[in-house]
Nanobody, 124 residues
Framework: QVQLVESGGGLVQAGGSLKLSCAAS????????MGWFRQAPGKEREFVAG????????YYSDSAKGRFSVSRDNAKNIIYLQMNSLKPEDTAVYYC?????????????????WGQGTQVTVSS
């Protein structure tokens, strides 16, 4: 099992940037595919970005592509989500998640472990 703790959320103006972190503890962090999801009030949780366990392969939602960047530091057991050119519609609680089945999935149901989330609010 792995425990995940997100940080770095906050309030930012439209056009600004934030960098989220997700610290992992427990079992070998490097053995999981990792993902970032978000959930806005009244909406379903949606995929934002993912990174494979053993190589730098990354993948993004259409809304995140070109603005967000996901990375991982397996030595430090941390993944990051750099968010640039933020828009009010990016406002949500952001979660990191771990997939022990290495499916490379964009579906929330494929992920086994979740953090508690960090709030990102983008003002117009």
């Amino acid at each position: 099992q792995v425990q995940l703790v997100e940080s770095g959320g906050g309030l930012v103006q439209a056009g600004g940037s934030l960098k989220l972190s997700c610290a992992a503890s427990g079992r070998t962090f490097s053995s999981y595919d990792m993902g970032w999801f978000r959930q806005a009030p009244g909406k379903e949780r949606e995929f934002v970005a993912g990174i494979r366990w053993n190589d730098p392969t990354t993948y993004y939602s259409d809304s995140a592509k070109g603005r967000f960047s996901v990375s991982r530091d397996n030595a430090k057991n941390i993944i990051y989500l750099q968010m640039n050119s933020l828009k009010p519609e990016d406002t949500a609680v952001y979660y990191c998640a771990a997939d022990r089945h290495l499916s490379g999935s964009r579906r929330a149901s494929s992920y086994d472990y979740w953090g508690q989330g960090t709030q990102v609010t983008v003002s117009s």
